[in-house]
């Protein structure tokens, strides 16, 4: 299978894609799936449009939102069978994908390479992230479902008083804590991060796989933002 030229891959943020999954699964969905539907079950505004074209992109709902027999066969899937349908899912949305790399065994540049068909340009590292998080998901390449990440609001930590010393004199004050990380479970990649040998020797293709599933972890626990946006 060839794509014809200019045509699309999805770019939405794979932690969405997965929660309408999943929430299928767990609780159900709104019949027809709308922006506004989406916005409720807890999508981000500025992702929804990103999030429903990556669910028609996989035939999961119709160009009406509407779902399809495929997202019907996931919601009614057991646990066992669950990854094994995805799959399925995931080979014929990608299947050009599929025909030039395995993404099991193939390092990222391939990967990079595989999705140069796929518009827009700007847009290809986003729609590799989307493609291994699914493919994880699926248990296609390792690395285990993706977790869902917590946004946390960010606390200044208060500066504890001064005390004065004896003599009268002020004393230097305090350092003031270092932030610590919370909200993020980091624990893929602490994971990841064992599986490094210790003899300090490996072969390339291993070596290519460990260091594939790190970028795909962390783009999926990390948010790259802007610059110049804050935070």
Do not use: H
């Amino acid at each position: 299978m060839v794509t014809e030229p200019g045509q699309t891959a999805p770019y939405a943020p794979v932690n969405n894609v997965l929660a309408v999954i999943r929430r299928l699964r767990d609780r159900g969905l709104p019949d027809p799936l709308t922006f506004e539907e989406l916005r409720r079950i807890g999508v981000p505004e500025g992702n929804a449009p990103r999030t429903l074209a990556a669910l028609r992109f996989l035939a999961l709902v119709d160009d009406e939102g509407q779902r399809t027999p495929a997202l019907e066969r996931l919601g009614r899937a057991s646990t066992d069978e669950y990854p094994e349908i995805l799959a399925e899912v995931i080979r014929a949305a990608y299947a050009p994908v599929f025909t030039i790399v395995d993404p099991s065994q193939d390092n990222g540049v391939a990967i990079y390479d595989a999705f140069r068909q796929y518009e827009p340009k700007a847009q290809r590292e986003r729609m590799i992230t989307l493609f291994l998080g699914l493919c994880q998901e699926a248990g296609v390449v390792p690395g285990g479902p993706p977790a869902a990440r917590a946004r946390v609001r960010r606390t200044q930590v208060a500066k504890p008083p001064t005390a004065l010393p004896r003599g009268g004199e002020q004393e230097e004050p305090a350092p003031e804590p270092s932030p610590q990380f919370s909200g993020t479970d980091y624990r893929l990649l602490a994971a990841l991060m064992q599986q490094l040998p210790k003899d300090g020797k490996w072969t390339q293709a291993r070596r290519d796989r460990w260091i594939q599933a790190v970028t795909a972890n962390a783009d999926l626990l990390i948010e790259v933002i802007e610059e110049g946006t804050g935070e």
